[in-house]
Antibody, heavy 123, light 111 residues
Framework: EVQLVESGGGLVQPGGSLRLSCSAS????????MHWVRQAPGKGLEYVSA????????YYADSVKGRFTISRDNSKNTLYLQMSSLRAEDTAVYYC????????????????WGQGTLVTVSS | DIVMTQTPLSLSVTPGQPASISCKSS???????????LYWYLQKPGQSPQLLIY???NRFSGVPDRFSGSGSGTDFTLKISRVEAEDVGVYYC????????FGGGTKVEIK
């Protein structure tokens, strides 16, 4: 059974940093690109970042480019999102998501989502 | 980036009655491989989104047949033939021609 379990969320002050983790199981993690999607409270879904299966390629939405860094450790089946220079508008539930096929950014859907971890940026 | 526009913003439906949600994309979602990369998700209250429909009209595993998707190019529709109480939540369309984008969501509630 595929499982994605996020952790690392919490309350952080504006300008601060936080690292999210996503522990994956039930599939060959090292074969799949992985993604982060976020949802601000009461708002819709926003595609944030992606990383290729070997970590060699990354994608960032303009809203987080230069502030967030996605990475992965295939030996630990874990995906990360390092967030820095956090702003109030980064407050959201962050979901780790798996594409249905092991391709790089395009032409897939997300078949599994984690339960999400809440990041609150506030003083 | 492709902009996805959903209407209506919200829908209040009597159980057993049909419901319809529209999703329009700013560019055609028809790929050169002949497939159209449009999907529908439902996010039930307090849950993560779950896939309902992939590639316009294909129901995902376990999705009841009261859900159907249709459309082409830039105009798409999700229909629920007979709404049930368990169908409440927010419905999102999504396209996956890079970069992936979501519609703003349509909240469905029961009258």
């Amino acid at each position: 059974e595929v499982q994605l379990v996020e952790s690392g969320g919490g309350l952080v002050q504006p300008g601060g940093s936080l690292r999210l983790s996503c522990s994956a199981s039930g599939f060959t993690f090292s074969s799949y690109a992985m993604h982060w999607v976020r949802q601000a409270p009461g708002k819709g879904l926003e595609y944030v970042s992606a990383i290729s299966s070997n970590g060699g390629s990354t994608y960032y939405a303009d809203s987080v480019k230069g502030r967030f860094t996605i990475s992965r450790d295939n030996s630990k089946n874990t995906l990360y999102l390092q967030m820095s220079s956090l702003r109030a508008e980064d407050t959201a539930v962050y979901y780790c998501v798996k594409p249905h096929i092991p391709v790089w950014v395009s032409l897939y859907y997300f078949d599994y989502w984690g339960q999400g971890t809440l990041v609150t940026v506030s003083s | 980036d492709i902009v996805m526009t959903q209407t209506p913003l919200s829908l209040s439906v009597t159980p057993g009655q049909p419901a319809s949600i529209s999703c329009k994309s700013s560019q055609s979602l028809l790929h050169s491989d002949g497939k159209t990369y449009l999907y529908w998700y439902l996010q039930k209250p307090g849950q993560s989104p779950q896939l309902l429909i992939y590639e316009v009209s294909n129901r995902f595993s376990g999705v009841p047949d009261r859900f159907s998707g249709s459309g082409s190019g830039t105009d798409f529709t999700l229909k629920i033939s007979r709404v049930e109480a368990e169908d409440v939540g927010v419905y999102y369309c999504m396209q996956s021609i890079h970069p992936l984008t979501f519609g703003g969501g349509t909240k469905v509630e029961i009258k």
